[in-house]
T-cell receptor
Framework: AQKVTQAQTEISVVEKEDVTLDCVYE???????LFWYKQPPSGELVFLIR??????QNEISGRYSWNFQKSTSSFNFTITASQVVDSAVYFC???????????????FGKGTLLTVNP | EAGVAQSPRYKIIEKRQSVAFWCNPI?????LYWYQQILGQGPKLLIQ????????DSQLPKDRFSAERLKGVDSTLKIQPAKLEDSAVYLC?????????????????FGAGTRLSVL
């Protein structure tokens, strides 16, 4: 069974600090996908990134970066120079690739509430 | 490109009443999902459609919940009768619908959700 653990329930930082959100996953499949979503107070889940299990390259997008390590089953997310607008709940999610290509539901962690104070 | 549309945004009902939620996915997206998100938790899949067929409804409480996607586009999720524990945000998501190595077709895009309060 798939499982995603986000051990940090809440994080509070001051603007311009760097912050890392942790994500640890469990799966028996060799082919799977990992995601990060942002959920601002408005409620809509906003897609941030997807990685597949064959690609362990780290990725950087502006102030966001992701560190994928299969050896520790982790997919951590770092925000550099945080801003007030980064305040939201962040979810890590796992999807296993069904061989039929039709069933790839997301299993979400419980989320981390990030508060960036001015 | 328009995103996933959901209505209503908020709904307050009393227990044992019925309620329905509507979702219009992104144009061209074959796969549609309904998730339930209880306060303080991550979303949990209720049902997944591929076009107008059900792919996975293993976590749908079928004694009270039902969903349909008759023409393979819009979808409706119904609760009848509602219980107090059904209070949650109901999220609809859609994706293109095929999983291929390196493709982006399994990325799910979410609507703003419907916040249901059962009193």
């Amino acid at each position: 069974a798939q499982k995603v653990t986000q051990a940090q329930t809440e994080i509070s930082v001051v603007e311009k600090e760097d912050v890392t959100l942790d994500c640890v996953y469990e799966t028996r499949d060799t082919t799977y996908y990992l995601f990060w979503y942002k959920q601002p107070p408005s409620g809509e889940l906003v897609f941030l990134i997807r990685r597949n299990s064959f690609d362990e390259q780290n990725e950087i997008s502006g102030r966001y970066s992701w560190n994928f390590q299969k050896s520790t089953s982790s997919f951590n997310f770092t925000i550099t120079a945080s801003q007030v607008v980064d305040s939201a709940v962040y979810f890590c999610a796992l999807s296993e690739a069904n061989s039929g290509g039709s069933n790839y539901k997301l299993t979400f962690g419980k989320g981390t509430l990030l508060t960036v104070n001015p | 490109e328009a995103g996933v549309a959901q209505s209503p945004r908020y709904k307050i009902i009393e227990k044992r009443q019925s309620v329905a939620f509507w979702c219009n996915p992104i144009s061209g997206h074959a796969t549609l999902y309904w998730y339930q998100q209880i306060l303080g938790q991550g979303p949990k899949l209720l049902i997944q459609f591929q076009n107008n067929g059900v792919v996975d409804d293993s976590q749908l409480p079928k004694d009270r919940f039902s969903a349909e996607r008759l023409k393979g586009v819009d979808s409706t999720l119904k609760i009848q009768p509602a219980k107090l524990e059904d209070s949650a945000v109901y999220l609809c998501a859609s994706s293109l619908g095929r999983v291929e190595r390196g493709a982006r077709e399994n990325i799910q895009y979410f609507g703003a959700g419907t916040r249901l309060s059962v009193l």
